[in-house]
């Protein structure tokens, strides 16, 4: 089992930033990527930033050249860091491990972009 804790969400401004953290407890030997996925209300859940074991990263259109994920192996923690938050980043923010088999998410943090 994965233990996922996610921090670092709240209110801010368009324009502002924030840095999502997501630490994993557990069998974090058999994590093959982490990822940050968002769901904002009456819309499905979609995917942000991806990064795998080997280091190699994914974004979605919207966010590249904004957001940025990385990790600190030491830690066992990933980051996303969003820049330049629009409005239509609200969202609660997932975190998610992926393992062989199973997926493993985090508790959500909610992000609010308004002035």
């Known amino acids: 089992q994965v233990q996922l804790v996610e921090s670092g969400g709240g209110l801010v401004q368009p324009g502002g930033s924030l840095r999502l953290s997501c630490a994993a407890s557990g069998s974090i030997f058999g994590i093959n990527a982490m990822g940050w996925y968002r769901q904002a209300p009456g819309k499905q859940r979609e995917l942000v930033a991806r990064i795998n074991s080997g280091g190699g990263t994914k974004y979605r259109d919207s966010v590249r050249g904004r957001f940025t994920i990385s990790r600190d192996n030491a830690k066992n923690t990933v980051y996303l860091q969003m820049n330049s938050l629009k409005p239509e980043d609200t969202a609660v923010y997932y975190c998610?491990?992926?393992?062989?088999?199973?997926?493993?998410w985090g508790q959500g943090t909610q992000v609010t972009v308004s002035s």
């Open positions: 998610n491990a992926e393992l062989a088999t199973l997926d493993y």
